[in-house]
Antibody, heavy 128, light 111 residues
Framework: QLQLQESGPGVVKPSETLSLTCSVFGVSIGSTVYYWGWVRQPPGQGPQWIGSLLYSGKTYYNPSLKSRLTISLERSKNQFSLRLSSVTAADTAVYFC????????????????????WGQGRLVTVSS | QSALTQPPSASGSPGRSVTISCTGTSSDVGGSNFVSWYQQHPDKAPRLIIYEVTKRPSGVPDRFSGSKSGKTASLTVSGLLADDEAYYYCSSYAGNNHVVLFGGGTQLTVL
């Protein structure tokens, strides 16, 4: 049974780096039919897409976060991670990891731009 | 890219139907078949209920249906149940750079 579980600090100081890990159970993170992603939800607001990651390691980032963002695979641990640098109070949110399906076109594999399984979420507060 | 536009609230009586709209642009909602809808209960993760405009994942009742006309996508919930009371968010491919957009959300109240 598929399960995604976020882990990492619940409090991060301003200007420091937010680091979260998503552990995946029940499917290989290297599967070619899925992609992986991060979505955050500030308190009382709608979700915001952070970025997506293909099995190949190729990444797609939200342009508003791209300069501070790194998403990567950790194949040996069946995990993927999020690092967001230089955080401010505006980065306070519940962070979700999620899975979505891919499709294959003649030029390669692409994400389908939706997420069918989500982790439970991890509240990260930016505060000194 | 801007967030997609949803009405902040919607309501309906048990057994009735309600439709929630999601308005974007010709680049995102209007130009993409990758429009999806999520249901979120308080303190829970979003749950996918519609993908690729009209498709339902396994386990989602056919009381939930999706459609699109031009730049506006719609979610219809028929035969309202108390458990349908939740926030509903639309999402769409933005049309470039593999960006995904979400709507601001609609709070559905079952009267």
């Amino acid at each position: 049974q598929l399960q995604l579980q976020e882990s990492g600090p619940g409090v991060v100081k301003p200007s420091e780096t937010l680091s979260l890990t998503c552990s995946v159970f029940g499917v290989s993170i290297g599967s070619t039919v899925y992609y992986w992603g991060w979505v955050r939800q500030p308190p009382g607001q709608g979700p915001q897409w952070i970025g997506s990651l293909l099995y190949s390691g190729k990444t797609y980032y939200n342009p508003s976060l791209k300069s501070r963002l790194t998403i990567s695979l950790e194949r040996s641990k069946n995990q993927f991670s999020l690092r967001l640098s230089s955080v401010t109070a505006a980065d306070t949110a519940v962070y979700f990891c999620a899975r979505g399906p891919t499709y294959y076109s003649g030029s390669g594999s692409y994400t389908k731009y939706f997420f069918d399984y989500w982790g439970q979420g991890r509240l990260v507060t930016v505060s000194s | 890219q801007s967030a997609l536009t949803q009405p902040p609230s919607a309501s309906g009586s048990p057994g009735r139907s309600v439709t929630i709209s999601c308005t974007g642009t010709s680049s995102d909602v209007g130009g993409s078949n990758f429009v999806s809808w999520y249901q979120q209960h308080p303190d829970k993760a979003p749950r996918l209920i519609i993908y690729e405009v009209t498709k339902r994942p396994s386990g989602v009742p056919d009381r939930f249906s999706g459609s699109k006309s031009g730049k506006t996508a719609s979610l219809t919930v028929s035969g309202l149940l108390a458990d349908d009371e939740a926030y509903y968010y639309c999402s769409s491919y933005a049309g470039n750079n593999h960006v995904v957009l979400f709507g601001g959300g609609t709070q559905l109240t079952v009267l």
